[in-house]
């Protein structure tokens, strides 16, 4: 099925008597378990897709349904329900909470919807052996490698098995060896079903996608199958 669906989105930013038209009518279909790069120059507009794909802001004008629900008019308690729920962001700088392990920076999500602990515990033991993690559980992030905080806000981002997983620059702090690996995870994520749009301004790191969206000053530039599974067809 369909997990994102966007009709003539519009994002228009107010800024005094000035308009921004950061998006100018995006009409994108992500069904489940494709693996999507959106690419696009500094300014293009791929934060402002993002935030609206991820339920952190709302569109001006036009639809978005989020495995089917109309989520283009909830108001911001509703939009955060839905983003727990639905949506495992990753950041380029991690944001992990610097003074809590590994252990208890994975089990946040499942504290904010109310998981009860033992449960949350094991799930973040779980996910956090997922991503071979499971020896730096009582770690804290100045204790840890790039790399290994990737992986940490990686399996954070998956302990809700959340609809989608929304990658916004993950290399972007990390040497390219260590960002290759974190890549790698993603290809293992979209393997067992995951369903992950990654944003990114670096060809190398899109081409790890199986389809690759340009934008180009807030419009669909392109849409392609990324040139990784054209050479396997
Ligand atoms: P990208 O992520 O591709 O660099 P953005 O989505 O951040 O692009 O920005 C798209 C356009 O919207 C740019 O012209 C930017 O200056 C503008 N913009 C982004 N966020 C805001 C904001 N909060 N207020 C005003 N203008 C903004
Ligand atoms: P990775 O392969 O995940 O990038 P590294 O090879 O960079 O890991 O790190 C090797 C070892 O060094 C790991 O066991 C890690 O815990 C430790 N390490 C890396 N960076 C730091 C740091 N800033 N402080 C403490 N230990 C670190």
Not at 157 to 183: C, F, Q, W, Y
Request: overall charge neutral; aromatic content about 4%; glycine content about 8%.
């Amino acid at each position: 099925g369909d997990v994102i669906v966007t009709d003539n989105l519009w994002k228009t930013y107010e800024m005094g008597d000035q308009q921004v038209h950061a998006l100018r009518g995006v009409n994108l279909r992500i069904r489940h378990n494709e693996y999507v790069a959106i690419m696009g120059p500094s300014g293009s507009g791929k934060s402002t897709l993002m935030n609206l794909i991820g339920c952190l802001d709302s569109p001006s004008q036009g639809k978005y349904w989020l495995n089917g629900h109309d989520v283009s008019q909830l108001n911001d308690d509703q939009l955060a329900r839905i983003r727990n729920k639905e949506i495992g962001f990753v950041f380029q700088t991690f944001n992990l909470l610097a003074r809590a392990t590994s252990l208890h920076n994975v089990e946040l999500p499942l504290i904010y919807n109310g998981t009860p602990a033992a449960e949350r515990i094991a799930r973040a033991k779980d996910v956090l052996e997922s991503v071979n993690l499971g020896s730096r559980m009582m770690h804290k992030p100045n204790e840890l490698s790039g790399g290994q905080r990737q992986r940490v806000a990686i399996a954070r981002a998956l302990v809700n098995r959340p609809s989608i997983i929304l990658a916004d620059e993950p290399t972007g702090n990390l040497d390219s060896k260590t960002g290759d690996e974190i890549m790698a995870l993603f290809d293992d994520l979209h393997a067992k079903g995951n369903t992950i749009v990654l944003v990114t301004h670096e060809p190398d790191i899109a081409e790890y996608a199986h389809r690759v969206v340009t934008i180009r000053d807030g419009v669909i530039a392109s849409d392609h199958v990324s040139s990784r599974m054209l050479n396997k067809q």
